[in-house]
């Protein structure tokens, strides 16, 4: 996610992947949205259901998934499409790193906790985990215990957080190589230990992991963050090795281009026609691939990088 005069974050050039889910047909309409200078992916009805109302069930999981602060973000999508689909979610998110890297669009000093009681009141069954800066030592084995006690014990983790800042070479300090790999790599490998720690290896358990495309094209001005981004990459193909035995699969994604509000017009339009589709990816696309690989349906997939990046055109 490269920075520019038209993107507010740290998104940009992050394109890889994306399947596309069979259990319905969908058709994807872009709509500008003026009151907030971006635009917004809609789905339009073509079969008999979208594909964000898929039939796959996970009642009786308990899962974790992080990155939750931003109504637009992919965070926030999966926790309502997990409980959506019968499972216990607890939610963790730290709403200052948004507002410290701008996003103008849905960004909230309260977001994470705003979204958790949104989706109680709908009726779901989400449980809000205290907001907590990962880059600080212990925190995100505490937001692993912390949901394991709320919901009584984890079968799932979804590691959708992120680090993420542009810095020219030559100009990154010890600081910007620290705070990415603190964040996006020391954190996640902290939260998987604490969730091996109290899984029942009885029955199936699941880890998804989120990469991004630097292993597929170049991303200029993002060493830290890409290197932190390849690190993900090979802790899911290491543990999924390690973790085999107990019951436990792990898999990494890549979301691509997604359409979360962090991107405008000239930038937005570009990447957009980057795809055979001409459209971004959206955070249901994302939802649709890690409910398929946390179902029975994905019981066979472990250690993988799954590529879905929608045939985007650019490569190294």
Same mark, same amino acid.
């Given at each position: ?102 996003? =103008?669009? %849905? +960004?909230?000093?309260? &977001? ?10 709908? @009726?779901? $069954?989400? *449980? ?108 899911? =193909?290491? %543990? +999924?090795?390690?973790? &085999? ?10 979301? @691509?281009? $997604?359409? *979360? ?56």
């Amino acid at each position: 996610m490269a920075k520019s005069s038209n993107c507010n974050k740290t998104d940009k050039t992050r394109f890889a992947l994306w399947i596309n889910s069979e259990c319905a047909i969908i058709k994807k309409d872009f709509e500008y949205k003026p009151e907030t200078g971006g635009h917004k992916i809609k789905d339009t009805l073509i079969g008999d259901e979208v594909m964000s109302k898929s039939t796959i069930r996970l009642d009786g999981q308990k899962i974790l998934i992080t990155g939750v602060s931003r109504s637009l973000g992919i965070g926030a999508t999966l926790a309502k499409r997990f409980a959506e689909a019968g499972a216990a979610v607890a939610v963790h998110g730290y709403s200052a790193y948004d507002l410290s890297v701008g996003e =103008r669009n %849905s +960004a909230d000093p309260n &977001g994470t906790e705003i979204l958790a009681k949104q989706y109680q009141d709908m @009726g779901l $069954n989400v *449980t809000l985990v205290t907001p907590s800066d990962f880059e600080k030592h212990g925190s995100a084995e505490k937001a692993v215990e912390e949901a394991a006690e709320k919901l009584g014990g984890l079968d799932g983790l979804i590691l959708n957080h992120c680090y993420g800042t542009s810095v020219e070479m030559g100009k990154w300090t010890s600081k910007d190589i620290d705070t990415h790999l603190m964040v996006n790599v020391r954190a996640s490998m902290m939260m998987m230990q604490s969730f091996v720690k109290q899984v029942d290896t009885t029955k199936s358990n699941a880890v998804t992991l989120f990469t991004s495309g630097q292993y597929l094209s170049p991303m200029k001005n993002e060493m830290p963050y890409c290197v932190s981004k390849e690190a993900i990459i090979c802790l899911c =193909r290491q %543990s +999924a090795w390690e973790l &085999g035995d107990k019951n436990i699969r792990v898999n990494c994604i890549n979301p @691509g281009a $997604n359409d *979360t509000g962090y991107c405008s017009d000239e930038i937005y339009d570009k990447i957009a026609k980057l795809h055979p589709s001409g459209r971004w990816g959206t955070p249901n696309d994302a939802a649709d691939l890690v409910l398929f690989l946390h179902s029975s349906y994905g019981m066979w997939i472990t250690g993988q990088v799954i590529a879905s990046d929608g045939g985007i055109k650019e490569r190294w």
